[in-house]
């Protein structure tokens, strides 16, 4: 087996646990891993941020793909509500959806990281369980799990999409934080406490984690 070959595989997944029909097998392309680092001149990781609704992951993310795309790097966000408006329209916030919710996107960010491209995801991915899959998924050595660590009552006093009174009034179930868990990161690879940083210092923190690390 050729290096080149090596590294193609690295990024396959033949072995993919349980498929509907037993009758489907790996296509491998002649592109590889490499040939893709070297087009687009960036080894591609995942940003996985984490955090409660109001954390400031979606604004975190928007901004961090600015500068990223400004330093000449390939990168496309993926957020919560975006994508349950096509993928994901099935879903709605029961653990099990969530857990799908989550497996999803990261196949999606798997198959974007494969393309070349850095990936920024906003989810607030509550479970410990369903992220570790997103790492197994992504590859734990592509996986940057970032936890947005402002708490409720930071999340509750800016609530921006006032979805936060909504739920206290009853008309959100199983809403994150007020009644559904979050189970925050045990080891994350970085934690913004966005409840006193502003967005400004958050972005400029995760810019030069994400440039130190990859880049
Ligand atoms: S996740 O838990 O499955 O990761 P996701 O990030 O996709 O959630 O979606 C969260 C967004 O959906 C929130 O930012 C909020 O705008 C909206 N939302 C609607 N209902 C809920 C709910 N019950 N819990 C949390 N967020 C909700």
Redesign the pocket.
Known sequence: MTIARAQADRVARPEAETTVSRDISWQRGKVTADDRARLFRQRPATVWLTGL??SG??AIAVELEQRLIEAGHACFVLD??N??HGL?RD?G?SPT??KE??RRVAEVAKLFNDAGLFVVT?????YREDRETAREIVGPDRFIEVYLSADVEACERRDP?G?YAK?RAGQ?????GIS?PYEPPLAPELTIDTGTASLHDSVATLFDFVSGRRL
């Open positions: 609704s109001g992951k979606s919560g509500d994508v349950r994901n879903l916030f959806d969530r919710n989550i906003a989810f607030i991915s509550p999409k979805l739920a959100i179930p199983e809403f994150t559904a």
